[in-house]
């Protein structure tokens, strides 16, 4: 029973130390295309997060974002300021826009 309560304490301490994660499921298939996610209406200085990674401004990438397929979180954020989040869901070799309201 206690090594069951340490377990659990230990498991609550990780997560909340951020050592622990819950990832966005993916199907990745080698070999296969990516997906290009692009961002038309937003500022070209606008910072592109994408799963949590920051990808930089939006001008850095006038071709697009290359994803994998499956689901992906994305923020697009001036400073402090989030302008736009959306949960996107791309296959592989799609093209898809995302677009500011």
Known sequence: ???QL???AI???ATMAGCVQNYAEREIVQGAAT???LFPSAPQEARILIDGRDFGPV?????G???SSGRHD???SIGERQL???AVYVSAGARIEVRIP
Not at 59 to 63: C, D, F, S
């Open 84 to 86: 736009h989040k959306q």
């Open 74 to 76: 994305i923020i697009i």
């Open 6 to 8: 340490l377990a659990a």
């Open 11 to 13: 498991l609550c301490g």
């Open 1 to 3: 029973m206690k090594a």
């Open 65 to 67: 974002v290359a994803l």
């Open 59 to 63: 001008g850095q990438h006038p071709n």
């Open 35 to 37: 997906a290009t996610v």
